[in-house]
């Protein structure tokens, strides 16, 4: 098969905050799973301070794709192209780039250009290709303006943090426990009910009922992506009222010493609902230091599950 003529879309959103705010939140694509809606996972392969190549899950029209891309990072000029390596059918090739322009008055204009290919055997590619970008770019570039317009810092309210935790069973039984998580209802004290589903294998659809420490009672929904025993990473596509977003990650290894998991979080915090859930006088720290007990509690007692579930 050939390839056709490219195609070109451009995406454009002006932004109250300053072009560097913006440019970094996208030059780091280990937060894109928390900030961008559609993004579920972001794995390096290669990297370095003006370049990386990296495997990307995302949801495109409803279902999870994977494919591989290459950045060149200009800070001088607040631009990040990108290239992906493998396209998967019908896109022949995809490139194209962001570009962050100050404008007076300290806002700014986001540009996000597409460049792509469609093999030359499908006359209804372009079009589809087309509307999977509008509606995808749309949602990101909206992403950007609610994280940096709504916070006076973006670290205030994107942080990410891990706990490793040394296991009494092996990696593969762990993993094997976090991956089967319709067997944590009558395991885990926080979860309550479990419905997953595995439309093809190793991506999952997870949608839980759990309940904090203090009686709050939440439902979330996750997509995850499960590799080989190795690790499991999900993005929670439906949140409780104090995030606007949290990813994770899990990675299982056994050593000399005994068998660890690492539990990974990356979140961002809701700013209008840190009163409304922590009460009139919480502060960002309130929320980080509350988000960070709470999350990084229900990843030890989800690893301690592993246990009970064996006996």
């Not at 493998?86 to 007076?104: C, D, I």
């Not at 540009?111 to 749309?138: G, K, Q, Y």
């Not at 899990?250 to 609902?273: K, L, N």
């Amino acid at each position: 098969m050939s390839a056709a003529l490219p195609h070109r879309t451009q995406h454009t959103l002006t932004v109250d905050a300053p072009a560097e705010v913006l440019y970094s939140l996208v030059a780091d694509v280990t937060r894109w799973p928390a900030v961008f809606e559609p993004t579920v996972h972001v794995r390096h392969l290669e990297r370095s301070a003006r370049a990386a190549r990296f495997e990307i899950w995302a949801e495109v029209n409803g279902e999870v794709v994977q494919w591989t891309s290459r950045r060149v990072l200009d800070p001088e000029r607040r631009y990040v192209s990108f290239r992906q390596d493998h396209a998967n059918p019908p896109v022949a090739s995809m490139s194209g780039g962001w570009l962050f322009r100050e404008l007076p008055g300290g806002s700014t204009e986001i540009v996000l250009r597409h460049r792509f290919a469609v093999v030359d055997d499908d006359p209804a590619a372009p079009a589809a290709i087309t509307a999977a970008l509008d509606r995808n770019s749309a949602r990101e570039l909206a992403a950007l303006g609610r994280l940096a317009a709504g916070a006076a810092s973006v670290d205030d309210v994107v942080f990410s943090f891990s706990d490793t935790i040394e296991l009494s069973v092996s990696a593969a039984e762990a993993y094997d426990f976090v991956a089967r998580a319709d067997r944590w209802p009558g395991v885990l004290p926080h979860v309550s009910r479990v419905e997953l589903a595995e439309p093809r294998p190793r991506v999952q659809h997870l949608e839980m009922d759990t309940v904090t420490a203090d009686g709050s009672r939440h439902t979330t929904r996750s997509v995850r992506i499960c590799r080989d025993g190795d690790w499991i990473a999900y993005k929670q596509q439906v949140t409780p009222r104090l995030l606007a977003g949290h990813s994770g990650h899990w990675s299982f290894e056994d050593g000399p010493s005994g068998s660890v998991a690492t539990a990974r979080h990356t979140v961002v915090i809701d700013p209008a609902a840190v009163t409304e859930v922590l009460g009139p006088d919480a502060t960002a720290a309130d929320a980080r230091a509350y988000l960070r007990d709470a999350l990084g509690r229900n990843s030890r007692a989800t690893l301690e599950g592993a246990a009970t579930a064996r006996v």
